[in-house]
C-alpha cells in the first residue's frame, strides 16, 4: 500500500531521470525487505521523503510591475529606496522573464522591516515563501543534510523547504547570515554557496536525498543586522540593500496606518473603542520603545491593546480614550527619560554605528591628577578605537598652541577618557574627532558653545577622514533631538542623498581638517 501511495504522489511530475532510477531501485528493495526490520522503515522513510517533492513544479512569476509596487506599499510604509530596489530587481526579472538565480541581502538593525520586506516580495510575484534562521546552526548537516546511515536522519533545510511548500521555486529567506559561522562545523559559507550561488544549485545534492535537485529557479534573500561578519565569498554574490532605521515621524506613520490597527485587530476590538491621540503615540515612541526599528514599538501598542481589552471586558465604558497619561496608567512609568546627551566641560557628544542601528555616544574626559603626564581609558573601546583616542591625544597635545588652549596642560595632567555606557564593547574610528574635542574641551577648560553631535576620523595631521553609517547616526541624533551635527567633508554626498524628512531640522557643518571641527564648537 505504501508503495502505490508513493508511486501515485509521483504522477505528473517531472521526475529527473536520476530520481526515478534511485526512486525504482528503492522500492525494489522495499518490497523483498521484511515490514518489520529497521531497513525497511529507513527505505519507507526514504522513499516518503523523496517522493513527496515538488519536482518539476514551479508556480508561475507574476512580474506584473505596478502590482508589486501596491503590494509593497500597501505593507510598508516609508523604505522608498528599499521599495525602488526591489522594483528595480524586478523589473530586471521581468525583462528577462525570469528572477529567479538572484540573492538579495537585506541588512539593518533589528525591527526595521527585513522579513516583512521579503514577505512582500513573494506575494508580489506569487511565490511560496519559506523562511528560517541560519543563525544558531553548528553543523554543515542542517544546510546539506545527513547521509542516511545516520538513526534518525534527515534531509537539510532547504530539501524541507521545498518539500513544504510544494513547489521548487520558492522564495526561501535566511534569517541571521551574520549569526552563522560562530561554532559551524566545516565551512558555512562554500556549504551556503554550494546551495546559493546560481552556478551550484541547479544541481544541488543533498545527503540524505544522495540524488541532485534543482534549486536555481528559487529566490534568496537572506538578511542580516551587520555586513562584517558575513564571509566573503557570501557577500560577494549577493545584491545588497540596506535598511537603516526610523526617525520618530516614520515610526508614528507606521504605527497608525500598521501596527495600531494590527494590534487593536488581533485583540477583536473596534479603533472606535480606543482612540490613540498622536501625543500619546509620541510618547510610547520616545519613553518606552527608543530604537532604530519598530519591533519594541508594536510590542508596547500590543500591551496598550490588552490592558484596555481587560478594562472594556470588566465593565469600563467605552471608548477609553489613551492619552499620554492613559498610556503611563497602562505601561508604567516610561523607561527612557528624554535622551538627553551629557553636557560640561570634557564631554562631547558623538554618533556611532551598531548592529543596533545609530546611536549617540558620550565621550568624557577628566584630569585625575597633575603629578604626572599620562592618559587613561576606560568603555570596553576596542583596538581601533584605542588607536584613535591615542591619536587624538597626541593631536590636541601637539596643538594646544594654536586651538588656544594651556600649551602645557597636557605636560602635567593624567587624564582619564571614558566612553558610557561602560559594559557595551565599542570599536571603529569614527570616534576620533569627539574625543579629540573632548580632550580640547578640557584644555581650554571651556565646554561645547551649544549641544551637537559629531563624526569622523581624525588623523595624526589634522585631517577629518569619512566614516560608514551616516544615515543611522543622523536618525539616531534626531532621536536624541540633537539639531546640530558636525560630519567630515568627505560624507556630504551621504548626506545630501538622505530623503528630504530625515534632512529637515538638522543643521550640519562639513569638516575637511581639525580646524573646521573647532570653528563650530567653540
Ligand atoms: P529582525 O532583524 O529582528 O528579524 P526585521 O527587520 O526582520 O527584524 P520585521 O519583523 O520585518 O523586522 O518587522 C517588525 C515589525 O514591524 C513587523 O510587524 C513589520 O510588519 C513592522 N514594520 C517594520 N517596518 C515597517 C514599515 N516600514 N511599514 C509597516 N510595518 C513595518
Ligand atoms: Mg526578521
Not at 543534510?145 to 513547489?167: E, L, S, W
Not at 540524505?208 to 555586513?227: E, G, H, K, M, P
Not at 593624567?414 to 561602560?422: R, S
Request: glycine fraction near 10%; include cysteine.
Amino acid at each position: 500500500a505504501d508503495i502505490e501511495r508513493f508511486q501515485s504522489r509521483l504522477e505528473g511530475l517531472t521526475v529527473p531521470e536520476e530520481a526515478q532510477t534511485r526512486i525504482d531501485e528503492e522500492i525494489q528493495k522495499m518490497q523483498v525487505l521484511e515490514s518489520g526490520s529497521p531497513e525497511y522503515s529507513v527505505t519507507r522513510n526514504y522513499l516518503d521523503w523523496i517522493t513527496s517533492l515538488p519536482w518539476g513544479v514551479h508556480s508561475e512569476d507574476q512580474l506584473d510591475i505596478p502590482r508589486a509596487r501596491r503590494i509593497l506599499d500597501r505593507d510598508h510604509d516609508g523604505l522608498e529606496d528599499v521599495k525602488r530596489r526591489i522594483i528595480e530587481f524586478l523589473a530586471v526579472g521581468a525583462t528577462r522573464g525570469d528572477i529567479g538565480g538572484s540573492i538579495l541581502l537585506l541588512v539593518g538593525p533589528p525591527g526595521v522591516g527585513k522579513t516583512s520586506i521579503g514577505r512582500s516580495v513573494a506575494e508580489a510575484v506569487g511565490r511560496e515563501f519559506y523562511r528560517f534562521s541560519v543563525g544558531g546552526m553548528r553543523d554543515e548537516a542542517e544546510i546539506k543534510g545527513h547521509r542516511r546511515t545516520y538513526v534518525g536522519a534527515m534531509p537539510g533545510k532547504f530539501i524541507q523547504a521545498v518539500k513544504d511548500v510544494g513547489t521548487a521555486n520558492p522564495v526561501i529567506m535566511l534569517d541571521e547570515v551574520d549569526k552563522i559561522g560562530m561554532s559551524f562545523q566545516g565551512d558555512p559559507a562554500s556549504a551556503l554557496l554550494e546551495v546559493l550561488d546560481p552556478e551550484q544549485n541547479s544541481d544541488f545534492l543533498d545527503h540524505y536525498l544522495d540524488v541532485r535537485f534543482d534549486l536555481s529557479r528559487s529566490l534568496f534573500i537572506c538578511t542580516a543586522n551587520q555586513l562584517d561578519t558575513i564571509p566573503s565569498a557570501l557577500l560577494d554574490r549577493m545584491e545588497v540593500i540596506h535598511l537603516a532605521g526610523y526617525i520618530t515621524e516614520e515610526k508614528v506613520a507606521i504605527a497608525k496606518h500598521h501596527l495600531w490597527p494590527r494590534q487593536v485587530e488581533r485583540a477583536g476590538l473596534k479603533r472606535g473603542q480606543l482612540p490613540l491621540t498622536d501625543a500619546a503615540l509620541r510618547h510610547v515612541i520616545d519613553g518606552y520603545a527608543r530604537e532604530s526599528g519598530v519591533r519594541n514599538l508594536e510590542k508596547q501598542l500590543g500591551r496598550l491593546v490588552r490592558k484596555a481589552a481587560v478594562d472594556l471586558l470588566e465593565g469600563h465604558e467605552a471608548p477609553i480614550r489613551l492619552n499620554q497619561k492613559q498610556v503611563e496608567d497602562y505601561l508604567g512609568k516610561p523607561p527612557f527619560q528624554r535622551e538627553k546627551p551629557l553636557a560640561g566641560i570634557g564631554v562631547v557628544t558623538g554618533l556611532a554605528w551598531t548592529a543596533m542601528g545609530g546611536t549617540t555616544l558620550s565621550v568624557e574626559a577628566t584630569r585625575v591628577h597633575t603629578q604626572q603626564r599620562g592618559f587613561k581609558l576606560t568603555g570596553q573601546l576596542g583596538e581601533v578605537m584605542q588607536e584613535s583616542a591615542s591619536i587624538a591625544h597626541s593631536y590636541i597635545s601637539s596643538h594646544l598652541d594654536e586651538y588656544r588652549g594651556d600649551p602645557s596642560f597636557f605636560d602635567e595632567s593624567f587624564i582619564h577618557l571614558h566612553v558610557p555606557e561602560g559594559a557595551t564593547p565599542k570599536d571603529g574610528p569614527s570616534a576620533g574627532v569627539t574625543m579629540a574635542t573632548a580632550l580640547l574641551s578640557l584644555a581650554r577648560d571651556q565646554a561645547p558653545a551649544r549641544p551637537l553631535a559629531m563624526t569622523g576620523e581624525l588623523t595624526l595631521s589634522g585631517h577629518v577622514y569619512p566614516v560608514g553609517g551616516i544615515r543611522e547616526k543622523v536618525i539616531a541624533a534626531k532621536r536624541a533631538r540633537v539639531t546640530e551635527v558636525i560630519l567630515p567633508e568627505g560624507n556630504r554626498r551621504d548626506f545630501d542623498e538622505l530623503p528630504d524628512h530625515v534632512r529637515k531640522g538638522i543643521t550640519v557643518h562639513f569638516a575637511e581638517r581639525y580646524q573646521d571641527v573647532f570653528r563650530v564648537v567653540f
